[in-house]
């Protein structure tokens, strides 16, 4: 009976040097598909492999794409160029003899809180923008994309400042005409743009967030108008506050829009702004905080 042990076995087969060089090439775009696939497994999950700075790389990147939608469509400023403007002429001239006395005192005290008021009003057109794209699959390319899955609506929000840059430019160049005269100094009223910009990108991220929740491109507006309404025309940006009904002053003590209404008029006529301004740091911060992640995972449902 012969032991199994004693069976000999089969020596691997040598390749020739002509196999092994066919196998490489194979090898090597296994490799690479591997790869590649490991890579986009992870953009779906969040982009976790990328970190802050090339993120925010890529949204700068993108930040392009909304610039040149604004050359190829400046029709798009009518919103936030014209309608401020609207506003501030039918109040001062309308309102400000019955409210301030005379038209040049209300016009005064009246701009910081058209600018704040129209930065919460344009952020909407953030959202209706994305809103719009992911409705037509434009977020299905940038799927493809080695980016950051968040790099997509951070190029939105960060485009829009050259939007924000014009309509305050606008507005500030008409009200000068009315009469408008800074009272503090130059860079006082410039610091006082790059806190109501500031606030605008803050305000963006929850107009992101409805664009990317709601579907219908039609409902948009309606839903984003019922909390605008309450945050503009529920604050001091027309009206003083010691005139309103006790239980609206709690709410307009610290409603955002007040808060940054007075930081304005603070640094541009004159007044308190250390308080203001930090009730308004603390909004901003607050809202990027809570919304820019439900923004995100919106999104993630979306696409």
């Known amino acids: ?62 930040a392009g794409r909304s610039v040149l939608k604004i050359r190829k469509s400046p029709e798009g400023l009518i919103d936030v160029t014209i309608q401020p403007i609207l506003f501030l002429v039918m109040f001062v001239y309308l309102f400000g003899g019955a409210i301030q006395g005379d038209t040049s005192s209300y016009l005064q005290v009246t701009l910081p809180g058209v600018m704040a008021m129209n930065m919460v009003f ?28 968040s790099a997509p609506l951070i190029g939105a929000v960060l485009g829009d400042i050259v939007r924000y840059l014009v309509s305050l430019a606008v507005l500030l160049v008409f ?3 009315m009469g ?32 990317m929740l709601i579907k219908s491109q039609q409902a948009l507006p309606g ?37 940054l209404a007075d930081t304005a008029r603070g640094l541009m006529i004159g007044g308190p702004v250390l308080g203001p301004l930090t009730a308004t740091a603390i909004w901003m911060v607050a809202i990027v905080a809570v919304f820019f992640p439900l923004a995100m995972w919106a999104y993630r449902r979306r696409v």
Request: one cysteine or more; glycine letters at 8%; a positive charge.
């Open 223 to 259: 839903v984003a108008m019922a909390f605008m309404f309450p945050l503009t025309m529920g604050s001091n940006v027309f009206v003083p506050t010691h005139t309103m009904p006790g239980w609206l002053q709690a709410w307009v003590g610290i409603n955002p829009v007040t808060q």
């Open 1 to 62: 009976m012969s032991n199994p042990s004693s069976v000999p076995t089969q020596a691997p087969r040598n390749r020739t040097p002509g196999e092994r060089d066919a196998t490489q090439p194979q090898e090597t775009a296994k490799r690479e598909i591997n790869s590649q696939r490991n890579h986009h497994r992870e953009s779906r999950r969040g982009g976790n492999s990328i970190g802050p700075v090339r993120t925010l790389r890529h949204g700068l990147t993108l």
């Open 180 to 211: 408008f005269r800074i009272q503090t100094d130059p860079l006082s009223a410039l610091l006082a743009i790059v806190v109501v910009i500031a606030f605008a990108l803050a305000m963006c991220w929850i107009t992101v967030f409805l664009g």
């Open 122 to 149: 344009g952020s909407l057109g953030t959202g209706m923008a994305l809103n719009t794209d992911i409705n037509k699959g434009v977020f299905d390319r940038f799927r493809s994309l080695p980016v950051a899955r």
């Open 175 to 177: 009200a000068a005409i």
